[in-house]
């Protein structure tokens, strides 16, 4: 597996502010991995996302230190933005300003038409793009008669349609109700699945999905805070200490047993451990 995205020494402040949004970040993502950006709210995942796409420096001016390069040798920086969509997909949080046609059909075209795909090959993708996003049957529908959720699904088939190796998706579920968050975060999971493609997600709703994805990245004041696999990040109490939403699993497994060894990440994993415990208890002290 090659690497997807090397962040080295990464650090932008909007023009005309003081204050960096980002200082000195390094971040490597492999091919292939689902990686969770989570941190309270103006420590700079956004920035972050923008300077993978290229949104930064492109549209967005600043001052900017370090490097970003994408799939081994393409560098984010020398690119324009839209060279770079073939590669790196972005959804934002609003669906609803990201739709600007008048159909679904339209707006998963709409794209591959500015990349000069050919009718047929833009037939073929429009219908593997609504399939894998099981939108079939919305097609003709207009974007805004469309629930958040549908819509949010439509932005993402309007970016799988480039068939881009990476997805960057900035907080998607943020307008959605607790069903449709998870409707999206299982498809998210099953792109990755089924074709491999590199996610990198910032998400509040850790509980819905801590225990699927493969690494989780904690920023902090324009820096990466912590960086690792979920059981061992959750593990430290610095993610509770900056105010991220751990999830009840696994403050209830913390206020149980303590913090320092296996952290279960969802209710199966809790259950297993404190039966296990139960069992323990028994063994050692017999009821009669
Ligand atoms: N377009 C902009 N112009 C100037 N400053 C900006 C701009 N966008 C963000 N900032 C500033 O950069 C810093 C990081 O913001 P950013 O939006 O990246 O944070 P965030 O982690 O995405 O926050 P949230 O959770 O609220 O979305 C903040 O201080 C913010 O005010
Ligand atoms: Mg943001």
Same mark, same amino acid.
């Given at each position: 597996m090659?690497?997807a995205i090397?962040i ?5 402040r909007?023009? &005309? ?15 292939g991995?689902?990686?969770?950006i989570?941190?309270?709210?103006g420590?700079g995942?956004?920035t972050?996302?923008?300077? !993978? $796409? &290229? ?6 001016? &600043?001052?900017?230190?370090g490097e970003?390069?994408l799939?081994n040798?393409i560098n984010v920086l020398e ?10 997909g ?6 609803e300003?990201?739709l600007i046609?008048s159909t679904?059909?339209?707006e998963?075209?709409f794209g591959l038409?500015n990349?000069?795909v050919?009718?047929d090959?833009m037939?073929?993708r429009?219908n593997?793009?609504l399939?894998m ?13 469309l629930?958040g959720?549908e ?10 349609a ?8 900035d907080e998607p579920t ?5 069903l449709s968050?998870l409707?999206i975060?299982?498809?998210l999971?099953?792109?990755k699945?089924k074709?491999g493609?590199t996610v990198v #997600?910032v998400?509040h709703r850790l ?6 994805v493969?690494?989780?990245v904690v920023?902090?004041?324009?820096r990466i805070?912590? $960086?690792?696999?979920?059981?061992d990040v959750?593990k ?5 200490? !900056?105010?991220?939403?751990v999830p009840?699993v696994?403050?209830?497994?913390k ?7 296996? !952290?279960? #990440? ?7 451990v404190? !039966?296990h415990? #139960?069992k323990?208890?028994r ?6």
């Amino acid at each position: 597996m090659g690497s997807a995205i090397k962040i080295k020494g990464l650090s932008f402040r909007y023009r &005309g502010f003081k204050e960096w949004a980002l200082r000195d970040v390094d971040l490597e993502v492999e091919e292939g991995e689902f990686i969770l950006i989570v941190g309270p709210s103006g420590c700079g995942k956004t920035t972050l996302c923008r300077c !993978i $796409n &290229g949104l930064i420096p492109h549209f967005y001016e &600043g001052e900017l230190h370090g490097e970003v390069t994408l799939l081994n040798d393409i560098n984010v920086l020398e690119k324009e933005p839209y060279e770079l969509v073939e590669y790196v997909g972005m959804v934002f949080q609003d669906p609803e300003a990201q739709l600007i046609t008048s159909t679904v059909e339209r707006e998963v075209a709409f794209g591959l038409e500015n990349l000069g795909v050919s009718p047929d090959e833009m037939r073929a993708r429009i219908n593997w793009a609504l399939g894998m996003l099981r939108i079939e049957h919305l097609r003709d529908k207009a974007p805004y008669e469309l629930s958040g959720g549908e819509q949010q699904k439509v932005a993402i088939a309007a970016v799988l349609a480039l068939q881009p190796k990476i997805l960057i998706l900035d907080e998607p579920t943020a307008n959605l109700d607790p069903l449709s968050a998870l409707e999206i975060l299982n498809l998210l999971l099953n792109l990755k699945e089924k074709l491999g493609i590199t996610v990198v #997600l910032v998400e509040h709703r850790l509980s819905m999905i801590v225990d699927k994805v493969d690494r989780i990245v904690v920023m902090r004041e324009g820096r990466i805070a912590a $960086n690792g696999k979920p059981r061992d990040v959750l593990k430290d109490k610095l993610v509770e200490d !900056i105010g991220v939403e751990v999830p009840r699993v696994v403050k209830v497994y913390k206020e149980l047993f303590g913090g320092e060894r296996w !952290i279960p #990440l969802n209710p199966r994993e809790l259950a297993e451990v404190v !039966i296990h415990a #139960l069992k323990r208890h028994r063994d050692q002290e017999p009821l009669v």
